[in-house]
């Protein structure tokens, strides 16, 4: 089973930045795909970004890309997601996520375990 804890999440004004982090108890962690969603109130779970086992892949929701960067440090089982120029449609409960596989793309159905989530609100 792994853990996942996020943390980072906050209130913020449109056009700032926040970098949220997840932190894995998993001493394979380099062996995790590593992935962000997010679901705003009302809305379906989405998936924001991800990034290959050893970081040679990333993918990003076409709402983010440009602005939105995922990376990881395997030494410190921590995955990271830069959001800059951060808009009001934004705001949601984010969600870090991890698979046992090299990849695991943008679906939420292929990933194993989750975190409970932090909150990232931004205003206009």
């Known amino acids: 089973q792994v853990q996942l804890v996020e943390s980072g999440g906050g209130l913020v004004q449109a056009g700032d930045s926040l970098r949220l982090s997840c932190a894995a108890s998993e001493r394979t962690f380099g062996r995790l795909t590593m992935g962000w969603f997010r679901q705003a109130a009302g809305k379906e779970r989405e998936f924001v970004a991800a990034?290959?086992?050893?970081?040679?892949?990333?993918d990003y929701a076409d709402s983010v890309k440009g602005r939105f960067t995922i990376s990881r440090d395997n030494a410190k089982n921590t995955v990271f997601l830069q959001m800059n120029s951060l808009k009001p449609e934004d705001t949601a409960v984010y969600y870090c996520?991890?698979?046992?596989?090299?990849?695991?793309?943008?679906?939420?159905?292929?990933?194993?375990?989750w975190g409970p989530g932090t909150q990232v609100t931004v205003s206009s």
């Open positions: 996520a991890a698979a046992r596989a090299a990849y695991s793309g943008t679906y939420a159905s292929s990933y194993d375990f």
């Open positions: 990034i290959s086992w050893r970081g040679g892949t990333t």
